[in-house]
């Protein structure tokens, strides 16, 4: 699976943005797809990641609030939509794959052997 982020930029405290990936590769009903994050000097945290035949997914608490993530089955694009922007949100974002595993929707990043290249979010006040 090849997976390549979008949509990363520069937004206000406050602000919305939305991050793409657009997959390719294999059938990715066989898949999760998750989002997670890193900021420089902190461990790669979960965002949260979606079984894609079922759309059953999982959200980190720190997020579940704001962030929404969705997929266009057709087009083969995750997307993961931030709102309510926080300073402790800037981070390289990066969109990820895994095998799907007894419809388990996992945060662990072990889980995941297919990732994208990062796009970045920096978040101004």
């Known amino acids: 699976v090849q997976l390549v982020e979008s949509g990363g930029g520069l937004v206000q405290t406050g602000g919305s943005l939305r991050l793409s990936c657009a997959a390719s590769g294999d059938t990715l009903d066989l898949y999760i797809m998750g989002w997670f994050r890193q900021a420089p000097g902190k461990e790669r945290e979960f965002i949260g990641s979606v079984a894609w035949s079922s759309g059953h997914s999982y959200y980190s608490d720190s997020v579940k609030d704001r962030f929404i993530i969705s997929t266009d089955n057709d087009k083969n694009i995750l997307y993961l939509q931030m709102n309510r922007l926080k300073y402790d949100d800037a981070a390289g974002y990066y969109c990820?794959?895994?095998?799907?595993?007894?419809?388990?929707?996992?945060?662990?990043?072990?889980?995941?052997?297919?990732w994208g290249q990062g796009t970045q979010v920096t978040v101004s006040s």
């Open positions: 990820a794959a895994g095998r799907l595993r007894a419809n388990v929707v996992t945060p662990r990043a072990s889980c995941y052997g297919y």
